[in-house]
T-cell receptor, first 115, second 111 residues
Framework: AQSVTQPDIHITVSEGASLELRCNYSYGATPYLFWYVQSPGQGLQLLLKYFSGDTLVQGIKGFEAEFKRSQSSFNLRKPSVHWSDAAEYFC?????????????FGKGTKLSVKP | NAGVTQTPKFRILKIGQSMTLQCTQDMNHNYMYWYRQDPGMGLKLIYYSVGAGITDKGEVPNGYNVSRSTTEDFPLRLELAAPSQTSVYFCAGFGQGTEAFFGQGTRLTVV
């Protein structure tokens, strides 16, 4: 069965600094890949997704992610973090192994932003 | 276009009480899901539905039940609340391209 690992539980960066959040997946083929963001007290919002083609994907709010097949990774990046980016970020893959059609989520990375 | 709407946003239950978490969507999604979110654990699938009249268990179904009489509504029922059900619950619908649309969540505390 496929799985998603987000190695960093909590990351703190200074405002204006660059950001990279790590995501590794386990799946025999190239999966669809997603990043979601959850602001405090809110539901999850799609940041970006990868289906095929160009391995560098642009999303909303200035985020991008790069798919690297050789590393089974789909890391999320932002060149300059804003205080409003403080949130929890989830990487996800579809559940190809069952009929549920759902997404399997990583455990999340909480981002704190220092002024 | 409201998307996926959950009610209530907050609720405190006593052990043994029952309640229904409401979820309604106006995006015509066939696939609907209930997840629970616990700190540091990500989201776990409770139940799902692939269309009206069809529901099935997810990863953590014990203590919950669902129904799907219409495409729009997918309520989650807790019959005998237990402290282990203290969590944040999210309803989601899946659109084209497997993009999930989430409600804003229900924060439930069982005391």
């Amino acid at each position: 069965a496929q799985s998603v690992t987000q190695p960093d539980i909590h990351i703190t960066v200074s405002e204006g600094a660059s950001l990279e959040l790590r995501c590794n997946y386990s799946y025999g083929a190239t999966p669809y890949l997603f990043w979601y963001v959850q602001s405090p007290g809110q539901g999850l919002q799609l940041l970006l997704k990868y289906f095929s083609g160009d391995t560098l994907v642009q999303g909303i709010k200035g985020f991008e992610a790069e798919f690297k097949r050789s590393q089974s990774s789909f890391n999320l990046r932002k060149p300059s973090v804003h205080w409003s980016d403080a949130a929890e970020y989830f990487c996800a893959v579809p559940n190809y192994g069952g009929s549920q059609g759902n997404l399997i989520f990583g455990k999340g990375t909480k981002l704190s932003v220092k002024p | 276009n409201a998307g996926v709407t959950q009610t209530p946003k907050f609720r405190i239950l006593k052990i043994g009480q029952s309640m229904t978490l409401q979820c309604t969507q106006d995006m015509n999604h066939n696939y609907m899901y209930w997840y629970r979110q616990d700190p540091g654990m990500g989201l776990k699938l409770i139940y799902y539905s692939v269309g009206a009249g069809i529901t099935d268990k997810g990863e953590v179904p014990n203590g919950y039940n669902v129904s799907r009489s219409t495409t729009e509504d997918f309520p989650l029922r807790l019959e005998l609340a237990a402290p282990s059900q203290t969590s944040v619950y999210f309803c989601a619908g899946f659109g084209q391209g497997t993009e999930a649309f989430f409600g804003q969540g229900t924060r439930l505390t069982v005391v």
